[in-house]
């Protein structure tokens, strides 16, 4: 089954509502003295393209803002994620191959 963009950006869809879902229950969850989402699960999510979601979910119910070592975590897949958007990008407009072909 081939990758099509349309089935990318659902996913993204998906995945980002999923995180953001997360972050609004863990908060919920906390303030009620339920069983919490993992801090591993929430960076996972984050981590697998759901990191807009997760930083909108964070800023919104002002969750997890200043925990530590997790704010560097999120911090570091959203970095990661952007690299690899722009590497992206540029291998799909022909820059690369624009590039080497000088050498």
Not at 58 to 87: G, S, W
Request: aromatic content about 14%; proline content about 1%; charged content about 15%.
């Amino acid at each position: 089954m081939a990758l099509t963009a349309a089935s990318l950006l659902c996913f993204l869809v998906a995945i980002n509502i999923t995180s953001f879902c997360q972050f609004w229950y863990d908060k919920h969850a906390a303030r009620s003295g339920w069983r919490r989402i993992s801090e591993r699960t929430l960076l996972q999510s984050a981590f697998f393209g759901g990191s807009i979601g997760a930083m909108a979910g964070r800023q919104v119910f002002r969750h997890k803002t200043r925990k530590e070592p997790f704010r560097t975590h999120l911090i570091l897949i959203v970095l990661f994620q952007m690299i690899v958007a722009v590497a992206c990008a540029i291998f799909a407009s022909g820059y690369i191959d624009a590039f080497v072909g000088l050498f």
